[in-house]
């Protein structure tokens, strides 16, 4: 396992933008594929984005396609979501998870997971 710490979130208006970070415990998080998961009140988690360990392959949720992008940098130990044209329904808490080998979309499917932190975005 790993543990991970999220950050970034904020209040930012319809349009707007914000990049998330998910922090990493361990130096070999180059073994651990990532994923960003949201979640609102009312409704189960969510996916997101996903990334491989080398990140060489990513995949999206249809909902965000073309206005998030998920990267890491494994010398600094971190995924990123960089969240751009935001909108209302955008809103929730956002989760970072991790898992070794295989990018996946099942949440389940992760052995660690952040804190979250929470995204509002105004209409």
């Known amino acids: 396992q790993v543990q991970l710490v999220e950050s970034g979130g904020g209040l930012v208006q319809a349009g707007g933008s914000l990049r998330l970070s998910c922090q990493a415990s361990r130096r070999t998080f180059r073994d651990y594929a990532a994923g960003w998961f949201r979640q609102v009140p009312g409704k189960e988690r969510e996916f997101v984005g996903a990334?491989?360990?080398?990140?060489?392959?990513?995949d999206y949720a249809d909902s965000v396609k073309g206005r998030f992008t998920i990267s890491r940098d494994n010398a600094k130990n971190t995924v990123y979501l960089q969240m751009n044209s935001l909108k209302p329904e955008d809103t929730a808490v956002y989760y970072c998870?991790?898992?070794?080998?295989?990018?996946?979309?099942?949440?389940?499917?992760?052995?660690?997971w952040g804190q979250g932190t929470r995204v509002t975005v105004s209409s």
């Open positions: 990334i491989s360990r080398s990140g060489g392959i990513t």
């Open positions: 998870g991790a898992r070794v080998g295989a990018w996946t979309t099942v949440y389940r499917d992760f052995i660690s």
